[in-house]
């Protein structure tokens, strides 16, 4: 599932047909196959000629468009740390294996411990059981149903494996440039002690050459849900601070930023009230 278009799934019918045109074009398709298993899952709900697949074949269908795919296991794999590079093309493989050596090591550990490839081993498997999808992107379900009831507004229907909430009509009173998405994940911090991501004009707002700021598409909030570690009870607590930050929400104010990197910004840079 997409995570930064509201962790919407990519239909099996829309990677064939980028398969085509990467085929037609001579360009590699590399999936992002972080998040496969929880696309599966909405591939077998929605896509008609897949309700009789198993969540498995749905994945193994998608893999074989691809020439290759890139996973971080932290997602999909059901683990804290790894991830890894598949190709169909073995030359490139022999390439991309060269300078592994110079930087994660030898391919048969590509920086990861012996422990951590087991984890993912097992990780890619577990991931694939109905039970646990079911539980995973119920859960995630269950806290977009409730902030939606409650008048929150966020991107429908609930994505995979995070709500993302629409800053901008949640905000309506702070201007992009002032990054009503950053306000309300650092709102949500300071009354519940809940970490969210602003998806918004931090992450994708950018500068023309004259200095003036194009904002991004959306301001969304991500509340990305970890796997396996919340009750319902933490989930409950999740919807109880938005019912904190709804009241007096038009007092809230926008951010500017102090600092910024050349690139990536969203990852280091610093903030001031406006
Ligand atoms: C779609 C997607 N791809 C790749 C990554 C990068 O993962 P990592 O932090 O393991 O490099 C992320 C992390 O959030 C992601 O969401």
């Known amino acids: 599932t997409n995570n930064s278009g509201g962790g919407q799934p990519?239909?099996?019918e829309n990677a064939?047909?980028?398969?085509?045109?990467?085929?037609?074009?001579g360009?590699?398709?590399?999936?992002?196959?972080?998040r496969i298993?929880?696309?599966a899952y909405f591939i077998k709900q929605r896509e008609a000629g897949f309700e009789d697949k198993t969540y498995r074949e749905i994945a193994q269908e998608m893999f074989r468009l691809a020439d290759g795919a890139i996973m971080s296991a932290k997602k999909d794999a059901l683990v804290n740390m790894g991830g890894f590079l598949a190709l169909k093309d073995l030359d490139l493989a022999l390439q991309c294996r060269t300078s592994l050596i110079i930087t994660e090591g030898y391919s048969t550990y590509g920086g990861l411990s012996g422990r951590d490839m087991e984890a993912i081993a097992i990780g890619l498997r577990e991931v694939f059981d109905p039970h646990y999808l079911e539980y995973r992107i119920r859960s995630t379900t269950y806290v977009g149903?409730?902030?939606?009831?409650m008048g929150v507004p966020i991107i429908?229907?609930?994505?995979?494996h995070a709500v993302y909430i629409d800053a901008k009509s949640f905000y309506p009173h702070i201007p992009p440039e002032q990054f009503p998405g950053q306000a309300l994940a650092c709102k949500l911090y300071e009354v519940a002690g809940i970490r969210a991501c602003e998806i918004g004009s931090v992450m994708f707002g950018h500068y023309e050459e004259d200095g003036t700021f194009v904002p991004?598409?959306?301001?969304?909030?991500?509340l990305a849900i970890p796997r396996r570690v919340y009750t319902q009870?933490?989930?409950d607590y999740v919807t109880e601070a938005f019912r904190e930050l709804l009241d007096g929400r038009e007092k809230v104010k926008g951010f500017r930023i102090t600092y910024e990197p050349p690139f990536l910004r969203h990852f280091t840079a610093h903030f001031e009230h406006v």
């Open 216 to 222: 991004a598409a959306m301001e969304l909030v991500r």
């Open 10 to 12: 990519v239909s099996m």
């Open 156 to 160: 429908r229907p609930v994505g995979g």
């Open 233 to 235: 009870s933490h989930m």
């Open 16 to 25: 064939r047909q980028i398969a085509e045109i990467a085929g037609e074009k």
């Open 27 to 34: 360009i590699l398709f590399v999936l992002d196959a972080c």
């Open 37 to 39: 298993a929880e696309n």
């Open 145 to 149: 149903d409730k902030l939606h009831e």
